[in-house]
């Protein structure tokens, strides 16, 4: 596991993986503000849409500060439960 980490960091360090970290952070965010836009229009189960699109920026931001496995995973299933969510709302 510290060998993984120790990648992820050396990975993180070079121009192509900053432009990376940045773009999982924008994308994140943007991804999060729309969830929450659509919260508002939907009339039931909107409390899942603003949990998860706050939860989304904040694994967004987490994963684009410091990358780990366990990170950008909680991330990739964040975006993988908001087509779940949409469609039992």
């Known amino acids: 596991m510290t060998t993984l980490n120790l990648a992820l960091r050396a990975w993180a360090t070079h121009p192509f993986g900053m432009a990376a970290r940045v ?3 924008v994308f ?3 991804t999060a503000t729309l969830v929450l836009m659509t919260a508002a229009v939907v009339s039931s189960g909107s ?3 603003v949990v998860l699109g ?15 496995v366990s990170r950008l995973a909680l991330l990739a ?11 039992i709302s």
């Open 23 to 25: 773009a999982i952070a």
């Open 28 to 30: 994140g965010s943007v």
């Open 47 to 49: 409390w899942a849409l």
């Open 54 to 68: 706050a939860g989304l920026a904040a694994c967004s931001v987490r994963a684009a500060r410091v990358p780990s």
């Open 77 to 87: 299933a964040a975006l993988l439960a908001i087509p779940l969510l949409l469609q």
